[in-house]
């Protein structure tokens, strides 16, 4: 079971475990209550105020308010009108990663999310519930929008998802796991659209990979070097450490 703690960092070793291993994850109770009482200072704070995204429009739109009795209506159509998207589906390890990213943010108590998006995400990676994210559509200059749209309309109960190596609408394997969709309270669809979730879990994935690589090629270099009975002074301590780099004194 891997931790994940608002005041520490998420390591490669705990995202390769979760990802790669199916370890499960808690939150542990210090960032489940500063979760809650972020979302309670902001549902404090913005009454009788204008903010960006919670009572108003987005981007250019921001000039025009919206009536109090619309903004969950809102939110819901922010994440259904982002989830466009086009392309095969991002491989489940990756999209795996993006959720456990996404919960890793949200999960500081910075964001004046509902604690239910907090434990949803955290049921979702627990029992390998993935959201079917398309490829393209996304480009990051202000966060994974289109792809975490996806992530997110997965979250309200609609969409797809993976499970098991096969496709389903979201409703039916959330009924089959006893998983209840959120429900909007204040500014969720900004909240967890808003991101680089999905550029950071994939970068994330590949950093393992990588380094994954790189051990087998050395051990399959230093197998043929004692095979062919190669001269070995390039190895040397003293002659590598010359030149400082500690990438070249490592391998």
Known sequence: MQQLRSEAELTIEQVKAIVLQDDEITLDKESMLKVQESFDFLLRFSKDKI?????????????????????????????RSHAAGAGEKIPDSYVKAVMLSRLNSIAKGNSGIHPSCVELLQDMINK????????HGGVGASGDLVQLSHLALVMIGEGKVTWQGDVF???????????????????????????TSVMTGIGMVNVIKAKQLLQW??????????????????????LNAVKKHCGQAYI
């Open 51 to 79: 903010i960006y995204g919670i009572n108003t429009g987005f981007g250019p739109m921001a000039q025009y308010q919206v009536d109090s009795d619309r903004q969950k209506e809102l939110q819901y159509n922010l994440i």
């Open 128 to 135: 390998n519930v993935f959201p079917y994210i398309p490829e």
């Open 169 to 195: 609408p979201t409703h039916e394997i959330f009924r089959k796991l006893n998983l209840k969709p959120i429900k909007v309270e204040l500014r969720e669809g900004l909240s967890l659209i808003n991101g």
């Open 217 to 238: 090629s050395l051990a399959a270099s230093s197998m043929l070097n004692e095979i062919v009975e190669s001269f070995d002074d390039h190895f040397s301590k003293e």
